[in-house]
């Protein structure tokens, strides 16, 4: 609908008719992770060549420059509600930027598909590849338990029935 507003002649921004706004060529949409403050990042949403610009959140989403009085599409695979919410999006910090990216990589590995978003800039802990061995701990609730010195487990004296075992040798 937009398109057709703009190739008619007839749309204009806010109520000034002296210039109609006109069609400009798409711009593809690039999203960054940028520093709002020293533990928080933020997406920046940027277009080719445009340094201010209004978006309209169509299917598929528009931009629109108020000095040039152009619009035009961008090129992105993101929906217009889905670009409307990307800048909408507040900062994050350091602990919900681990969240995402550890959501993000579960989702890749799942799909093979490429994310929508950029990866956060964080540092995960890197994963590694060994079989976990199990270990066997039993306690009684009823009785204190302190290990010894050679490994074997000493029961505390309280009365009958004390007693220490020995490893085997």
């Given at each position: 609908m ?5 190739s ?8 000034d008719r002296?210039q109609?706004?006109?069609?400009g060529?798409a711009?593809t949409?690039s999203v960054v992770w940028?520093?709002?403050s ?18 309209v ?6 931009w ?12 992105t ?10 800048l909408?999006?507040s ?7 681990e969240?995402l990216?550890?959501r993000q990589a579960e ?5 093979d598909s ?5 990866s956060?800039p ?27 010195l ?9 009365g009958i029935?004390?007693?220490h075992?020995?490893?085997a040798?």
């Amino acid at each position: 609908m937009l398109e057709l507003s703009i190739s008619s002649g007839r749309c204009f921004l806010d109520n000034d008719r002296r210039q109609a706004l006109t069609a400009g060529q798409a711009r593809t949409l690039s999203v960054v992770w940028q520093a709002v403050s020293k533990d928080a990042q933020q997406l920046v949403a940027a277009l080719d060549g445009l340094d201010q610009w209004w978006a309209v959140a169509t299917d598929p989403p528009w931009w629109i420059d108020p000095a040039s009085a152009t619009a035009g599409p961008i090129e992105t695979q993101l929906s217009g509600e889905q670009f409307a919410l990307l800048l909408e999006a507040s900062a994050m910090s350091e602990p919900q930027l681990e969240t995402l990216a550890d959501r993000q990589a579960e989702q890749q590995s799942e799909s093979d598909s490429q994310s929508l978003l950029p990866s956060p800039p964080v540092t995960l802990a890197p994963l590694i590849d060994v079989t976990p061995t199990p270990v066997l701990i039993l306690r009684s609730p009823d009785q204190e338990c302190t290990p010894c010195l050679h490994g074997a487990w000493n029961r505390r004296s309280t009365g009958i029935g004390t007693t220490h075992v020995a490893p085997a040798l």
